[in-house]
């Protein structure tokens, strides 16, 4: 039982440029997420899902695509990198939304140049 | 939505003293407030959580407190141990359709001094 899977680790982008962050999860959790966390800012959540085919935007959705296909994966899409998008990437997964323990991936630290 | 304040930023203890961190939310239908600890460069990790039907809940060294009224919690850690040093993250559900989201506040580092 692996939990949630992240991928990359570490990436480093130029702006502008594109990329997607993988999270994965086999828990058969309905609701994902994905946060942001920037020193001294907590985690900010960036989208959410609430079941394949849903998403919704979270608190600081501006840059970040997502999109539901399964109930395993849950992508994350930038489309045009910028600097202030310089942070660490967290996605979760839960049995309910926000009643219930939030399982994090380990984290992805992306740079952008 | 949702607001939730976390206090202080930072706190050192000595080894075997206790800490107290301490948060505030804004949406009084908020039932669900757990706290999670992150240690350096990993995940956060949930150790405890509190729903709105209880003012106080324990395990082991640590205990989370819960005032509705006045719309507060609090995470207590006792006779703390060098392994309690991490960033701790309090956070709280929304209502509506905010229940479906977690807002966290701003985390506290906790320093525990040999």
């Known amino acids: 039982n692996a939990g949630v899977t992240q991928t990359p680790k570490f990436q480093v982008l130029k702006t502008g440029q594109s990329m997607t962050l993988q999270c994965a999860q086999d828990m058969n959790h309905e609701y994902m997420s994905w946060y942001r966390q920037d020193p001294g800012m907590g985690l900010r959540l960036i989208h959410y899902s609430v079941g394949a085919g849903i998403t919704d935007q979270g608190e600081v959705p501006n840059g970040y695509n997502v999109s539901r296909s399964t109930t395993e994966d849950f992508p994350l899409r930038l489309l045009s990198a910028a600097p202030s998008q310089t942070s660490v990437y967290f996605c979760?997964?839960?049995?309910?939304?926000?009643?219930?323990?939030?399982?994090f991936g380990q984290g992805t630290r992306l740079t952008v140049v | 939505g949702e607001n939730v304040e976390q206090h202080p930023s930072t706190l050192s203890v000595q080894e075997g003293d206790s800490a107290v961190i301490k948060c505030t939310y804004s949406d009084s239908a908020s039932n669900y407030f757990p706290w999670y600890k992150q240690e350096l460069g990993k995940r956060p990790q949930l150790i405890i959580d509190i729903r709105s039907n209880v003012g106080e809940k324990k395990d082991q060294r640590i205990a989370v407190t819960l005032n509705k009224t006045a719309k507060h919690f609090s995470l207590h850690i006792t006779e703390t141990q060098p392994e309690d040093s991490a960033v701790y993250f309090c956070a709280a559900d929304g209502s509506g359709a905010g229940s479906y989201q977690l807002t966290f506040g701003k985390g506290t580092k906790l320093s525990v001094i040999p």
């Open positions: 979760a997964s839960s049995y309910s939304g926000g009643t219930t323990e939030a399982f």
